[in-house]
């Protein structure tokens, strides 16, 4: 059955310190590829997303992913964290083979201390 | 430009009890969806309007839940009779058009069921 797995639950990082979230799909070809941002209490915002292409896309707020086909993962990134990253990360696909809904994984919360 | 708007932000019912909750679009945006978030999960999508027709109900609960977009612009999304399980935050969500173009979430309405 096709999946979207983000193995991490919870991440802790320092501010300053790199950040990399992990984003694994289980589909046959290669679907679209999203990442979104929840702040608490907060609707969804799109940090970047990859149709085609150059496999590693830049988004907002400083983040980076990069599509690798081999490993089926899309994993984000970003050099130097922020206190206001602090939030929940969800990786979500979108898949012609699946009817084109937009599927997320279970999240990954970032916990960012000074 | 506006956002995606969605009220009420929160509601407490007993379970039983029947609720609706309502959102408009950004403007010109001819898909809507509304996702169901429970406490910890990614959202799960419930519905997806294209236009004023459903395109994707599958996932949708059919005996309690319901969705319209009658004139293909604001929906309602109600649940009748609740249930404890659907305590969670609804999320809609509007794009222009279907796979390729971005979705834009709403802050959602939460929903606890006593």
């Given at each position: 059955a096709q999946s979207v797995t983000q193995p991490d639950i919870h991440i802790t990082v320092s501010e300053g310190a790199s950040l990399?979230?992990?984003c694994n799909y289980s589909y046959g070809a290669t679907p679209y590829l999203f990442w979104y941002v929840q702040s608490p209490g907060q609707g969804l915002q799109l940090l970047l997303k990859y149709f085609s292409g150059d496999t590693l896309v830049q988004g907002i707020k400083g983040f980076e992913a990069e599509f690798k086909r081999s490993q089926s993962s899309f994993n984000?990134?970003?050099?130097?964290v922020h206190w206001s990253d602090a939030a929940e990360y969800f990786c979500a696909v979108v898949s012609m083979e699946y009817g084109n809904k937009l599927v997320f994984g279970a999240g990954t919360i970032l916990r960012v201390k000074s | 430009e506006a956002g995606v708007a969605q009220s009420p932000r929160y509601k407490i019912i007993e379970k039983?009890?029947?609720?609706?909750?309502?959102?408009?679009?950004?403007?010109?945006?001819?898909?809507?969806?509304?996702?169901q978030q429970i406490l910890g999960q990614g959202p799960k999508l419930l519905i997806q309007f294209q236009n004023n027709g459903v395109v994707d109900d599958s996932q949708l609960p059919k005996d309690?839940?319901?969705?319209?977009?009658?004139?293909?612009?604001?929906?309602?999304?109600?649940?009748?009779?609740?249930?404890?399980?659907?305590?969670a935050v609804y999320l809609c969500a509007s794009s222009f058009r279907d796979l390729g173009s971005t979705i834009?979430?709403?802050?959602?309405?939460?929903?606890?069921?006593?």
């Open positions: 990399e979230l992990r984000l990134r970003k050099p130097s | 039983r009890q029947s609720v609706a909750f309502w959102c408009n679009p950004i403007s010109g945006h001819a898909t809507l969806y509304w996702y309690r839940f319901s969705a319209e977009r009658l004139k293909g612009v604001d929906s309602t999304l109600k649940i009748q009779p609740a249930k404890l399980e659907d305590s834009y979430f709403g802050e959602g309405s939460w929903l606890t069921v006593v």
